[in-house]
């Protein structure tokens, strides 16, 4: 028998994008929190415009379990990969501006 926790969610968040370098790029926090185990909030939408019912925001906190800071192929712009499992309460869905 499994026994499941209804306020913990499974889940895994994998983001890729574009590195930076610079002080206050992602590297800066990322390495940091990724071998420092420490829990962040994360957030993300399909777009940049506001909150909506077309355009809902997912929402969490979450270890990066995995972190790649040059990522991606010969050629390509460079890239980073993270990984981000779930600390508690699972992912939340706001619609709402």
């Given amino acids: 028998a499994e026994k ?18 610079a002080a206050s790029g992602p590297e800066q926090t990322l390495a940091v929190d990724h071998k420092g185990k420490v829990a962040r909030a994360w957030a993300a939408r399909p777009d940049a415009g506001a909150i909506s019912t077309t355009n809902p925001e997912y929402q969490g906190t979450g270890i990066i379990t995995e972190y790649e800071p040059i990522h991606g192929a010969f050629g390509e712009v460079l890239g980073t990969r993270a990984v981000i499992m779930p600390t508690v309460g699972g992912v939340t869905r706001d619609t709402t501006p």
């Fill in 4 to 21: 499941v926790v209804p306020v913990l969610e499974g889940y895994d968040l994998e983001v890729v994008f574009r590195q930076d370098f």
